[in-house]
């Protein structure tokens, strides 16, 4: 078996988790924030047999899709130390950042 540990953002998780169920396979949702935007973004953990691997990551990369961001970061600008200007930048985020884990063991007690 396998541990996998997706993250997605929020507004394909909803139908990432319904294409998941609907297929057979069971999802744990966390509430995840990413630390580079620190925005919210939802963390998927999924243990999968081995032989179904594929098919996950497929959904995955299906349902997923890259966005463009525009961020506001406040850089230092001159003059005084404490002077910061605010200027755009934009970054790519997803589809989906995923991890594949292998598991020792697993137990429903
Ligand atoms: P964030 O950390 O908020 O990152 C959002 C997006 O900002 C990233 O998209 C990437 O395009 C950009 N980014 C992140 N760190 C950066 C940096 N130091 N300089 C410039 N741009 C940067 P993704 O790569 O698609 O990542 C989406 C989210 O997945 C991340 O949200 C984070 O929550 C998670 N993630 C990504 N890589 C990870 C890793 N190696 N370990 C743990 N979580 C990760």
Redo the contacts with the bound molecule.
């Keep these: 078996m396998k541990l996998i540990v997706a ?1 997605v953002q929020d507004n394909d998780s909803t139908r990432l988790v319904r294409a998941l169920v609907k297929n057979g396979f069971s999802a744990t949702k966390l509430a ?8 919210g ?1 939802t963390t998927l953990l999924l243990g999968v047999e081995e032989d179904k691997l594929d098919e996950v990551l497929k959904l995955i990369s299906d349902v997923c899709k ?1 966005r463009e ?1 525009v961020i506001t970061p406040l850089t230092p600008g001159p003059g005084p130390v404490d002077a910061y200007f605010p200027s755009s930048v934009r ?5 989906a ?1 995923v991890f594949v884990l292998p598991v020792e063991k697993t137990m429903k007690m």
Aim: proline share 6%; net charge neutral.
């Design positions: 993250i995840s924030t990413g630390g580079f935007l620190r925005e973004n890259p961001q970054v790519q985020v997803g589809g950042t």
